[in-house]
């Protein structure tokens, strides 16, 4: 995603997720593949900080790309700390994270 106005309707209409280190926006696609977006403020961390999360964000979206749900927007929002998370502490709280996306998106509720 590379469009503002697309960031901002993910933002008002999609299905949020808070892990202790990521907020995580999915809304279904009618068309297409999944994409991702990622927003990093600078209230995240200098721009050494916001460009190692963003990579090890898409890192992780290519990687994971085929168990993800097909047809979605996904925003992914790092809150503060997650900067120090190995790649793999980051890849195992997103994969729950939209693990639990798509199970409420197919109506499957966790008890």
Known sequence: MLVRREFLVLQ???RRRHTPHFVVITRPRHTGCSRLGITATRRFGN????NRIK???REFFRRHRADLAPSQDILIIPKSGA???SFHHISRELG???SLAEKTRLGVHQE
């Open 12 to 14: 008002r209409k999609g």
């Open 96 to 98: 729950r994270a939209l």
């Open 55 to 57: 990579r090890q964000l």
């Open 47 to 50: 721009a050494v900080m916001r």
């Open 83 to 85: 900067g120090r998370l």
